[in-house]
């Protein structure tokens, strides 16, 4: 008579179903999750490699976020220059056409909207701080705000808030770029161009109707201090759009990097999911096979067969 034991088979059957339902269980997760592991313990001897390139990405992320915030704010100084550049074009344009037409009735108005043009661009702002007035960007660059202001100031440089703190960004780890500018340096020259005008009005009266000689003298004796402002300005925005220029490629060179090393950590962590549901059905397949060999165990019991 052929001897018939079931404890044997039944533990060899229970381990191999605990066995596929584990593999299930790791494959489903797999599946669900479309990545290898949950933690670095599950991707085994490319743990280390795995914690480098995210550190390194970490640190590329952090020049590309600042890089992004400083090409903001260069924008905003660049608009800001702009602005300037065209307050001394404005006023420039002004005196020559009241020269031109020997009558001023309306220079004076002229050229207190090209001074406000100039205000506005030294009080530029960038996510809500003054972008010229260095360390102090919560301070207004200039306090002024009409021509009256140049000539009632113990001096031009009193109507300046900014501090003489130039700012600096790393572009990487290695290149640091200075990227401020400061509104003094800015202002000075287009605010002493427009001082002249008002110490003029103060001592002699606003400028009305047909120009006199010694009026038309004076105006004349004003164009090479706005086209010297302008042609300063001009050179400022050169500066700044160099480093725009920097930045935006540093932007996409820094993206770039970012996006390779996405990829590669993608191939260590993430799951070819082709692959992933073909093992998932395998080991379905599996769970099932077990059970049903471990249900069928139970018919050839002993006792069955004493039965």
């Not at 191939?267 to 060999?293: E, F, H, I, K, N």
């Amino acid at each position: 008579m052929t001897r018939v034991s079931t404890s044997g088979n039944y533990g060899v059957m229970t381990s191999n179903l605990m066995l596929a339902q584990v593999r299930q269980n790791q494959i489903g997760e797999q599946v669900s999750s479309q990545k290898v592991a949950s933690d670095l313990k599950g991707y085994s001897k490319n743990a280390e490699m795995l914690t480098a390139m995210k550190s390194a990405q970490a640190k590329i992320d952090g020049f590309l976020e600042q890089t992004k915030l400083v090409s903001n704010r260069l924008e905003m100084q660049d608009m800001g220059i702009e602005r300037l550049a065209n307050s001394a074009t404005g006023a420039r344009e002004a005196i020559a056409n009241a020269l031109a037409a020997g009558n001023a009735t309306t220079l004076m108005q002229q050229l207190q909207n090209a001074f406000g043009d100039a205000v506005q661009g030294l009080n530029t702002k960038s996510n809500g701080y003054y972008v010229f007035s260095g360390a102090k960007n919560d301070t207004a660059t200039t306090t002024a705000t009409s021509m009256a202001d140049l000539t009632a100031a113990p001096s031009t440089a009193s109507l300046f808030q900014n501090d003489q703190y130039v700012t600096t960004n790393r572009i990487d780890e290695s290149t640091t770029v200075s990227t401020g500018v400061l509104g003094d340096a800015l202002g000075t020259d287009l605010f002493d161009a427009f001082k002249q005008v008002q110490a003029y009005v103060d001592a002699n009266g606003p400028f009305t109707g047909n120009l006199t000689d010694a009026q038309s003298t004076f105006l004349k004796g004003l164009l090479p201090a706005f086209d010297d402002a302008h042609k300063d300005l001009v050179t400022a925005q050169g500066k700044n759009g160099l480093n725009q220029k920097r930045f935006e490629s540093a932007e996409v060179s820094l993206q770039d990097q970012s996006d390779s090393l996405t990829v590669m950590i993608g191939g260590v962590v993430d799951v070819d999911m082709a692959q992933a549901v073909t093992r998932l059905q395998a080991a379905q397949l599996a769970v099932q096979a077990s059970a049903q060999v471990f249900a069928s165990l139970q018919n050839s019991s002993l006792l069955n067969v004493l039965k």
